[in-house]
């Protein structure tokens, strides 16, 4: 019976925005794909897809951002009564950001960090 309470739980518990080609993203991955000065804006469009978000740099340089967040839900939101005192999830965040030179791409970085987000007391 407990098994049956919890199976709902356990298909609601995770959930991912953003770019799905991120998920799996490393540093090292992200750099066997990417070469500064000579991956184009066409082949990352192939590999990752339309950007999140396009700024310029002062100089007119183009910036792409990509973005994927993995958020679980704590076990303590499931304590009955403890929704009263909010909620909390944890997570990764992984960020793509591309710098071009014109077509092809000058340089890039990712950032992978650790997340927590939450209501009320679990704040």
Known sequence: ML?????????VACSNSG?????????????????????TKEQIKQIFGDPLNVNYTDSGKEIWKYEM???SVDGINFVPGMAY???RNHGISKQLAI???GDKVLHHTMATS??????????
């Open 69 to 71: 967040v993995h958020s």
């Open 19 to 39: 770019n799905k080609t991120l998920k799996n993203a490393t540093q090292a991955s992200v750099d066997a794909q990417i070469i500064d000065g000579v991956t």
């Open 3 to 11: 098994s049956v309470l919890l199976l709902p739980m356990a298909t």
């Open 85 to 87: 005192f909010g909620s």
């Open 99 to 101: 710098i071009f030179d």
């Open 114 to 123: 650790k997340t927590v987000t939450g209501t009320g007391v679990l704040n």
